[in-house]
C-alpha cells in the first residue's frame, strides 16, 4: 500500500521561504515520478512542479524562479523548496507519485501573509 506524507507548511510572511516534504512508502520510490499539486479555496488542483524518475523538471509559470523541486531516492521522499511567497501562493499542497497510478497525499496547508 502507497502512503504519501507531507509535512512543513505553516504560516509564513510574503517574501518568506518554506519547504516542503513528502515521504513515500510502499512503492519503488526511485522508479516513479513525483509532483506537487495546490488547491487554493474555491479553485481547482493546479500543477506546481513535477520531476521524473530520471530528475527532469518541471514547473508552472507561475512558479518558475521561485520554487525548487528535488528528490531524495535514499530518503523516499520529494522536497519542495519555496522562495519569495506571495499570498496568491496560499494554498493547500499535495504531493503526488506516478507509477501506474496516481497517489495522492493528505495535503498540507500553506498560508502566505501580505
Known amino acids: 500500500q502507497v502512503q504519501l506524507v507531507e509535512s512543513g507548511g505553516g504560516l509564513v510572511q510574503a517574501g518568506g521561504s518554506l519547504r516542503l516534504s513528502c515521504a513515500a512508502s510502499?512503492?519503488?520510490?526511485?522508479?516513479?515520478?513525483l509532483g506537487w499539486y495546490r488547491q487554493a479555496p474555491g479553485k481547482q488542483r493546479e500543477l506546481v512542479a513535477q520531476i521524473t524518475s530520471r530528475s527532469t523538471t518541471t514547473y508552472a509559470d507561475s512558479v518558475k524562479g521561485r520554487f525548487t523541486i528535488s528528490r531524495s531516492n535514499a530518503k523516499n521522499t520529494v522536497y519542495l523548496q519555496m522562495s519569495s511567497l506571495k499570498p496568491e501562493d496560499t494554498a493547500v499542497y499535495y504531493c503526488?507519485?506516478?507509477?501506474?497510478?496516481?497517489?495522492w497525499g493528505q495535503g498540507t496547508q500553506v498560508t502566505v501573509s501580505s
Open positions: 503526488d507519485l506516478f507509477r501506474g497510478y496516481t497517489y
Open positions: 510502499g512503492t519503488i520510490f526511485s522508479l516513479s515520478d
